[in-house]
């Protein structure tokens, strides 16, 4: 059910284009299965221990090039637009972690912007992981992906063609990490356009291995623009999408990374992509596309939340009798943060430490 939240119908009145905000609540009908889980996994870590061994690191591969200032394009300021635009986020919050677990809370929130409005909803689910710090980050990465992707499916419905669809990172799809295909094979489908938009790219470099991005914007002289194509797709590597890079707004100086799925790129780029300067210049992420500002923002659960969470997480590991030792293995790797005042892993890390 559709309810106005005044929290957020006030938070969302700054913007100067987008004064109503309008949540759509996501009952969390899995918590149960959650701390079921999490009992499971623990359980099984406190009687039999866990594996050691050593990942392969597999990071997105870096990219070398010179830029060409030929493609560089211009695109047109658009003040106004009928389309809808929605967006995707996933934050993850540490509840309790030692050095080798730890239970998290995965927030996953959409945002829809279409015309004056703006409609929201999130879910919310525990996940537990065991294993070092490095396998950790990855389990929780791909849970990330997993649940973005499912949850703008789950919405898609809210879009028509030729409506947009943002995704917050890089066109990387199928396999671990990555976003899952039944998305792009659904959008594609449904004529929607969707766009990998990345807060930033730290893997695209010029030929003297400089920051691409900085490097193109010397270069450009219009004050919003296009760079197509960096690199091309290619799915056999999992890249489902021309890498691009945009600059949406001439009164900022940032400039994104933009991937643009492949079935769009036989299309008029500059058209596709000039609707989104439409709602870019918001002035808490002016050059930025506020619908994923705002589902980053929706995505920040509160600090009432996370009580409520931690609570249930140590009153269920309390009834199977795990809560004691697995204190005593908290209280073996948290002591830099008790010297800082920190009582529990949440009040400090505010981005996905593991």
């Known amino acids: 059910m ?9 938070k969302v009145k700054q913007l100067r284009t987008f004064p109503r905000a309008r949540t759509t609540m996501k009952e969390h009908g899995s918590l149960q299965g959650d701390l079921a889980e999490m009992k499971r996994r623990l ?17 997105e591969p870096t990219v070398g090039v010179k830029p060409d200032r030929s493609k560089i394009k211009p695109l047109r300021k658009i003040d106004s637009y009928e389309g809808h635009f929605m967006a995707v986020d996933c934050s993850s919050r540490t509840l309790k972690r030692a050095s080798n677990w730890g239970i998290y809370l995965l927030r996953v ?24 710090s490095y396998t950790r980050h990855r389990i929780l990465e791909d849970s990330r992906v997993e649940l973005e992707s499912q949850m703008a499916l789950d919405v898609l419905r809210k879009l028509h063609e030729g409506h947009y669809l943002f995704l917050d990172g890089a066109s990387y799809f199928g396999g671990e990490r990555k976003f899952r295909t039944f998305l792009y094979e659904e959008c594609e489908g449904q004529g929607i356009n969707l766009l990998a938009i990345s807060k930033q790219s730290s893997t ?9 991005m900085a490097s193109v914007y010397t270069l450009a002289s219009d004050p919003i623009w296009v760079y197509h194509p ?15 890079v945009v600059k949406l707004c001439g009164d900022s ?27 870019s210049e918001d002035p808490r992420c002016l050059g930025y596309p506020v619908t994923l500002w705002l589902a980053h923002d ?5 600090n009432s939340q996370l009580l409520y969470y931690y609570d249930k997480v140590e009153e269920t590991l309390r009834e199977i009798g795990l809560l004691d030792v697995l204190r005593r293995e908290e209280f073996c790797c948290n002591f830099p943060d008790e010297i800082h005042g920190i009582r529990r892993p949440f009040e400090l890390e505010l981005i996905d430490h593991v």
């Open 253 to 279: 100086s940032r400039v994104f990374r933009c991937d643009v799925m492949e079935y769009l790129t036989n299309s008029d780029l500059q058209e596709l992509l000039s609707p989104v300067t439409s709602i």
């Open 43 to 59: 359980g099984e870590y406190v009687d039999k221990g866990r594996a050691i061994n050593f990942s392969e690191v597999k990071e």
């Open 230 to 244: 960096i690199m091309k797709a290619n799915k056999e590597e999992h890249l489902y999408g021309d890498v691009s």
């Open 109 to 132: 929130t959409y945002a829809l912007v279409k015309g004056r409005e703006v409609e929201w909803g999130y879910k919310e689910r525990i996940q537990t992981a065991v294993g070092d």
């Open 204 to 212: 695209l470099h010029d030929e003297k291995g400089r920051d691409f």
């Open 298 to 302: 929706f995505s920040a659960p509160s």
């Open 2 to 10: 559709s309810k106005v939240i005044s929290k957020q119908q006030l």
